[in-house]
């Protein structure tokens, strides 16, 4: 039998983890949620949140990866044979292929406006609004860049492990890392962006109540790719020598500075041509950053464009190496459990999901007065369903198989390697992952459906 293929470096491991962590979230959910919420004070809760509650559910997920070495459904056929836990497993590789249907959709809208920041249509528009819509309602332009994204990704994930996921996240996570650096300069530099920081960074205590610490708290729990399957498939790679509590502090330096560093970038370039906060979503990087980027090509040109390119380049980015993790549950699931090629086993998983992104891209299009369940369009069910349900309730009940299923010396094992590392916060991960993760998850849960007020 062949040798299952491994990340062959630590550097690899990080870099792949948190590509899958890093995506679209961190570039648009994340400045807006500060700016919504408490700014500083927002940023502070929220990094205790990752600690708290994201930390011990990463480190859950590897060590189910890592002791099995098996994809995400036969992890948990492994460690729970015959037990409904086993739904778990079989639950994050459907989520995460559920995930990538509509997630390609807006992963090819960025595609579309790298392209045209390219050729100056982004920074030469006279009304940003009614040329997003006029894309997003286009019955097959969108289709085309979700088709060429997935392709894209597609290429990556067909290469395998090291010579895919690995190779490209040593080249894409660094790059990222690099245009947020130059993109930071550039915003700093504009006239007016004081007060962009002074919205981002100056704390305002008033605004922090429960709502706003369950939406830290949700915002960490989803930054970091939790319960997609991805973390789990990624953990089943990693050597056995791999520490797995200081690569998920990694991974979760990483997403953080991600993060922040979006919101340096954002609402400094924001406030120097406007004096209102940007819209959380799709609209802030499709309709109202090409306005910054229009002001900033009237008054000089080249950095105008250049800062447009940048900007999408690293959207496409972080798209692309979300989308890579988000693959590959699936096609490990396929390739493992069924005994297929990974050629074969990644063309059914790229076919099936482009086929179901194409329904809900058109629901911007032609399909936009059809309506799903809860009178939802597809896009808008895919996105509920699985921020709303699939995620909260799949960390739920991963919390719980690591807390309290699995056997209490096998989890000190897989952190400790063995012994070989301090066990001093493992008392305080088991008191996490037993007992604040599922609480909080709940809260979450509850808030989230609008259960909470």
């Known amino acids: 039998m062949a040798t299952r293929a491994n990340f062959s470096s630590k550097l690899g491991i990080i870099l792949a983890s948190a590509g899958s962590a890093v995506g679209l979230g961190n570039v648009w959910r994340f400045p807006t949620e500060v700016g919504e919420n408490g700014g500083a004070a927002f ?8 600690v708290v509650l994201g930390l011990p559910l990463m480190v859950s997920e590897f060590v189910i990866g890592r002791h099995t070495h098996k994809n995400t459904a036969d992890a948990y056929r492994e460690l729970a044979p015959g037990t409904p836990w086993v739904l778990q497993g079989y639950m994050g590789v459907f989520t995460s292929w559920f995930i990538l249907c509509y997630y390609s959709v807006v992963s090819g809208w960025t595609l579309k406006y790298l392209i045209g920041a390219v050729a100056n249509e982004v920074t030469t528009l006279t009304d940003s609004t009614a040329y997003f819509t006029d894309f997003t309602s286009d019955p097959w332009l969108p289709v085309i860049f979700m088709v060429l994204m997935m392709l894209l990704c597609h290429q990556v994930i067909v290469r395998g492990v090291q010579n895919g996921i690995e190779r490209y996240s040593k080249l894409m996570m660094p790059l990222l890392l690099l245009i947020i650096a130059v993109l930071v300069v550039c915003s700093f530099s504009m006239p ?77 370039a924001v406030f120097s ?68 090629e990974r050629r074969t086993a990644t063309w059914i998983v790229t076919l099936s999901c482009i086929i179901v992104g ?24 895919f996105d509920y369903v699985s ?58 849960f509850l808030n989230e459906l609008g259960i909470l007020g």
């Not at 940023?43 to 990752?50: E, G």
Request: a negative charge.
């Open 387 to 444: 921020a709303k349900i699939f995620l909260p309730v799949g960390g739920f009940i991963i919390a719980l198989f690591t807390g309290w299923k699995l056997d209490r010396q096998l989890v000190r094992d897989e952190v400790t390697n063995h012994g070989m590392l301090s066990s001093a916060l493992f008392p305080v991960f088991m008191f996490l992952i037993r007992w604040a993760a599922p609480i909080a998850i709940v809260l979450i």
């Open 273 to 340: 041509v406007a004096e209102v906060a940007p819209d959380a979503g799709p609209g802030l990087v499709f309709i109202t950053l090409p306005k910054v980027f229009q002001m900033a090509f009237e008054h000089v040109p080249l950095i105008g464009w250049f800062f447009a390119v940048m900007f999408y380049l690293l959207l496409l980015l972080a798209a692309l190496t979300s989308m890579m993790s988000i693959h590959e549950p699936t096609t490990a699931f396929l390739l493992e459990h069924f005994k297929m």
């Open 192 to 268: 007016g962006s004081e007060e962009g920081l002074r919205f981002l960074l100056k704390p305002d205590f008033s605004k922090i109540d429960s709502g706003v610490i369950l939406s830290a708290m949700g915002q960490a729990f989803f930054s970091l790719s939790i319960a997609m399957g991805c973390l789990c498939t990624y953990g089943s790679y990693f050597s056995d020598d791999a520490r797995l509590m200081k690569t998920a502090g990694s991974v979760a330096l990483i997403d953080t500075t991600v993060a922040v560093m979006s919101g340096f970038i954002i609402f400094p």
């Open 358 to 381: 194409v329904l809900c891209s058109m629901s911007f299009g032609p399909l936009k007065d059809v309506r799903f369940l809860f009178g939802m369009t597809f896009f808008d069910f």
């Open 43 to 50: 940023i502070l809760i929220y990094m205790a949140c990752v």
